[in-house]
C-alpha cells in the first residue's frame, strides 16, 4: 500500500512540475513589464533550467525521471497491475502522459525553452540587474 500511496504522490509532483514548466512561461511574459516576485532570479533560473532539462530529455528520447519512479513504485506494488484503480489517479496521468506523438509535445518544449532563454537574456532576473543609480547615501 505504501508504493500506491508514493506513486500517487510521485504522480502529482510530477504533474505541479509540469504546470509550473507552461506557467512559468506566462509569469515571465508578465515579469518582463511589471517586476513581482516572478521576476527573480530564484523563479526564473529554477524554471529556465528546468525548461532545459526537459527539452534536452525529450532530445534524447528518454523517459522522465519522475515517470521512471513513479512505474517502479507502482510496479512494486502490484507486479501486474494495468489500471491504477483509482479515478482521481487515472484522470491525472491522463494528463501528465497524454496520448499524442512525440513532436506534439517536443516541439512546443523547445519553443517553450527558446523563449524563456532570450526572456532571460533580454531582461535579467531582479538580482542580476544593476540598481539604478540614485542619490549616494553616506
Excluded at 506513486?7 to 511574459?29: E, K, N, P, S
Aim: glycine fraction near 6%.
Amino acid at each position: 500500500m505504501l508504493y500506491r500511496i508514493l506513486a500517487d504522490l510521485i504522480l502529482v509532483i510530477h504533474l505541479a512540475w509540469i504546470v509550473f514548466m507552461l506557467c512559468g512561461g506566462a509569469l515571465t511574459i508578465r515579469a518582463f513589464w511589471r517586476p513581482s516576485f516572478f521576476d527573480r532570479w530564484l523563479f526564473r533560473s529554477l524554471h529556465l533550467g528546468g525548461i532545459l532539462f526537459v527539452g534536452i530529455w525529450e532530445l534524447m528520447g528518454r523517459f522522465c525521471p519522475l515517470t521512471i519512479w513513479e512505474y517502479d513504485l507502482r510496479r512494486l506494488h502490484d507486479p501486474n497491475i494495468d489500471y491504477p484503480g483509482s479515478f482521481i489517479v487515472d484522470i491525472v496521468e491522463r494528463l501528465v502522459y497524454p496520448e499524442v506523438d512525440l513532436w506534439m509535445v517536443t516541439v512546443p518544449t523547445f519553443g517553450l525553452a527558446l523563449f524563456t532563454l532570450v526572456m532571460f537574456v533580454l531582461r535579467p532576473p531582479s538580482k542580476f540587474q544593476r540598481r539604478k543609480a540614485g542619490p549616494d547615501r553616506a
